[in-house]
């Protein structure tokens, strides 16, 4: 007699091809934070032609979606990311994310009726700063869901996600623009703020705790060498242990911008570009599920060190796991010495390790949704 994870798997092993291809065809037409059309489009393809109920546009949102299998009491939701970084493409690898749980909710809805399950997925937009799921959490999404899941792409696997809290602001001086020669004093150097502030950040991280981080890029800052910027901005990120921890942060840092100001004339503007990160909450059951239902596909968990790290990284996932229970694992890409957030790591989200990640990966969250609803019906 065929068990509930059997026949888990062999579904997604079914669909592994369709799997693999909407990857590569994410991974093809990288779209970044809120652009994702051509990406929200495809990814419930699969699963609408599986049965799947599926809107798209979900509460509001242009490249979100929301699809549903089943009618079982206990409801598994699978978070499927889309997007891509900017200049970089895939170099997070979320391509597989997505195809990653649209595979382990085709392998639970394979056996939704058997183990009292409903599946659940959704489309989340804009997990590169954009905060996505935050949008989606304050509009009403994964309310009552007893498991959110999902895998996420990384040099080696990691099973317990541990990332900082965040904010995401975007910085902007305004001057006053003049010829650098002839009216050098008649200008507002927008660009020197920028400096300024850089300096003083640079010298409070003597200053800041081990769990801190404060990181940032000035995207404009004048257009001619000969022309004083009037105009300057950039994006700056603040990472902490806890959101309680970056509300005590972000104010420190914010004086330091203040100072760019204070120094030059010019005047500041700080515009959030989403609502903090929060840091993440484990679902220990679950993530000993996972682990070993990892183990069992022949996965090797790595060791504390430099390549493990991508744990840290944040996400809007910490968000979700605060108001529902959740898992946010790591599975290995074999990308070493490249690793996310550089165009090898994005090399390295497409071919055979890689789409043997992609399906390791779906399969271990469908066995993790089984354990789950074996657990429940005891």
């Known amino acids: 007699m065929t068990t509930p994870k059997a026949a888990a798997r062999a579904e997604v092993d079914r669909h592994a091809g369709d799997l693999v291809r909407?990857?590569?065809?994410?991974?093809?037409?990288?779209?970044?934070?809120?652009?994702?059309?051509?990406?929200?489009?495809?990814?419930?393809?699969?699963?609408?032609r599986a049965g799947f109920q599926v809107t798209s546009r979900y509460l509001g949102l242009d490249t979100a979606f929301f699809a549903r299998f089943g009618s079982g009491p206990l409801r598994i939701a699978l978070c499927a990311e889309y997007d891509a970084l900017p200049g970089m493409g895939h170099a997070c690898g979320h391509n597989l994310i997505a195809a990653g749980?649209?595979?382990?909710?085709?392998?639970?809805?394979?056996?939704?009726?058997?183990?009292?399950?409903?599946?659940?997925?959704?489309?989340?937009?804009?997990?590169?700063?954009?905060?996505?799921?935050?949008?989606?959490?304050?509009?009403?999404?994964?309310?009552?869901?007893?498991?959110?899941?999902?895998?996420?792409?990384?040099?080696?696997?990691?099973?317990?996600?541990?990332?900082?809290?965040?904010?995401?602001?975007?910085?902007?001086?305004?001057?006053?623009?003049?010829h650098a020669a002839a009216y050098p004093e008649a200008g507002v150097n927008a660009a020197d703020a920028f400096t300024v502030a850089q300096v003083a950040i640079g010298l409070l991280r003597q200053q800041l705790p081990a769990s801190a981080r404060v990181h940032g890029v000035v995207t404009h800052a004048g257009d001619a060498p000969n022309a004083i910027p009037g105009h300057a901005s950039g994006r700056w990120y603040v990472r902490a242990g806890t959101l309680a921890e970056l509300a005590e942060l972000e104010p420190r840092v914010l004086r330091a911008f203040e100072a760019g100001a204070l120094a030059t004339g010019c005047e500041l503007?700080?515009?959030?570009?989403?609502?903090?990160y929060a840091e993440f909450r484990a679902d220990e059951t679950s993530l000993a599920d996972y682990r070993a239902n990892a183990v069992e596909l022949g996965r090797e968990f790595a060791a504390d060190g430099t390549a493990a790290r991508m744990n840290r990284a944040s996400t809007d996932m910490?968000?979700?796991?605060?108001?529902?229970?959740?898992?946010?694992?790591?599975?290995?890409?074999?990308?070493?010495?490249?690793v996310n957030h550089q165009r090898?790591?994005?090399?390295?989200?497409?071919?055979?390790?890689?789409?043997?990640?992609?399906?390791?990966?779906?399969?271990?969250?469908?066995?993790?949704?089984?354990?789950?609803?074996?657990?429940?019906?005891?």
């Open 269 to 276: 503007t700080v515009q959030p570009e989403s609502k903090p």
């Open 318 to 338: 910490g968000n979700v796991s605060q108001v529902v229970p959740a898992i946010h694992p790591y599975i290995g890409v074999g990308s070493l010495p490249a």
């Open 344 to 378: 090898e790591f994005a090399a390295a989200c497409v071919g055979g390790i890689a789409e043997r990640a992609l399906l390791d990966g779906a399969v271990a969250l469908a066995w993790t949704g089984v354990d789950r609803a074996t657990r429940q019906s005891v």
């Open 101 to 178: 749980s649209v595979g382990a909710a085709l392998g639970l809805a394979a056996v939704a009726d058997d183990i009292g399950v409903t599946v659940e997925v959704y489309g989340t937009p804009a997990e590169e700063g954009g905060g996505g799921k935050i949008e989606l959490l304050d509009r009403g999404a994964f309310a009552d869901v007893d498991l959110a899941m999902m895998v996420h792409p990384a040099p080696v696997d990691v099973a317990e996600a541990k990332p900082f809290a965040v904010s995401h602001s975007k910085i902007s001086y305004t001057g006053k623009s003049a």
């Open 22 to 48: 909407l990857s590569e065809r994410l991974h093809a037409d990288p779209e970044t934070a809120w652009e994702e059309h051509h990406a929200a489009a495809a990814v419930p393809g699969l699963l609408d």
